[in-house]
């Protein structure tokens, strides 16, 4: 089925998101967050989150199929985030999934969030490229990936050996009072800022590290000395604090990325997660694949954050390419590996 009409399901964390494609074309992306009643604990409370997911599905489900012009049985296939993510969370969204499916007799396609976050690139663009390298970077995963086939072959090259970026900057965030979540916050205090005023450590950048670690990433390091600093320094000015600190990750996100291409002979780079819709990433992003001769894709600010779109081009990828469907009883995992794009 070349143009199938696909229903993606996302319920990985806070937010409960519909998705409706056909093809390549994006129909509806409804979005449910519940982000609001996180804030106060300043991070996702799990227990919460599967709470709000329970209520938000089924007018979320329902605004997203009127604004496609759709109803169900017009969908060919379902797909849904069988992982990684919250257990509980993922759970409320593959039974909504399987429950659809089976009541409609229509294929089910339980895919990995990650690899869903990548995919949202193929409702932006018209040709696809393969291979590239994939910088993705979100509040839980940081990693540089190869994608040969974006339906059946990812290669890890590196990942983040303690937190992940989208974690340093909620805890910034949170010691510089500036509220959860963290990101958008930063970005937007580091725009009052000198993002030279203070040289925070690059982690894993040294000599060595480029020789046994070179695609992998550190930012505990980077998250004590900002600690430190605003320990130490009382009169700190924010704007240089957010400005500094974002671009340290930022330039270690970036040197890594254009390395694994420059290694690979890959000349394509693609950013996405939640943390490719920081400003600073995606316009330093563009000026260093520039000097690189690299070519650059980046998803919308909107198309960044989790969605239901993403898991909806994910599942018509896999449904154009013939790739097998998911049980019916299809299990959720919260720890699922990157390189598993189905299950």
């Known amino acids: 089925m070349s143009q199938p009409l696909v229903l993606g399901i996302e319920t990985s964390c806070d937010e409960t998101a519909i998705g409706i494609v056909k093809g390549r074309t994006l129909l509806a992306n409804e979005i449910a967050s519940s ?25 979320s489900l329902d605004r997203a199929l ?7 049985r017009d969908i060919d296939a379902i797909a849904v985030t069988a992982g990684p993510g919250l257990v509980g969370a993922l759970l409320v969204g593959t039974s909504t999934a399987a429950a659809i499916a089976l009541a409609l007799d229509k294929p089910l396609f339980g895919v ?34 190869q994608i040969n086939d974006i339906t059946s ?6 990942s983040t ?34 993002s030279s005023a203070i040289n925070f450590p690059r982690g894993l950048t040294q000599a060595e590290d480029w020789r046994t670690r070179p695609y992998d990433f550190s930012f505990s390091g980077l998250k004590t000395a900002v600690a430190r600093y605003l320990e130490s320094t009382p009169d700190y000015k924010r704007g240089d604090v957010a400005a500094s600190f974002q671009e340290a990750i930022v330039d270690v996100l970036l040197q890594k990325s254009l390395a694994a291409c420059t290694a ?60 097998p469907y998911s049980a019916i009883d299809l299990s959720a995992s919260s720890s699922l590996a990157v390189t598993t794009v189905s299950v």
């Open 153 to 158: 072959s990812i290669t890890s090259l590196g």
């Open 112 to 145: 990995n969030h990650l690899a869903a976050h990548i995919s949202v690139d193929y409702l932006t663009h018209d040709k696809a490229i393969e291979p590239t390298i994939a910088l993705l970077v979100s509040g839980g995963h940081s990693s540089i990936l």
């Open 35 to 59: 982000v609001q009643e996180h804030a106060r604990f300043g991070g996702v409370v799990p227990e919460i989150a599967s709470r709000a997911h329970l209520e938000a599905m089924i007018p």
């Open 264 to 323: 690979t002979g890959i000349q394509s780079l693609v950013i996405a997660g939640g943390v490719a819709a920081n400003s600073r990433l995606r316009e330093l992003a563009e000026q260093r694949c520039r000097d690189a001769g690299v070519l650059l894709r980046i998803p919308s600010p909107l198309l960044c954050t989790d969605n239901g779109a993403m898991v909806a081009a994910l599942g018509s990828l896999m449904s154009s390419a013939g790739r």
């Open 66 to 72: 009127k604004s496609a012009k759709v109803s169900l």
């Open 161 to 194: 050996m303690d937190d992940a970026a989208g974690e340093a900057f909620d805890k910034i965030a949170r010691d510089m009072g500036l509220g959860f979540p963290g990101g958008p916050a930063v970005d937007l205090e580091a725009k009052n800022g000198d």
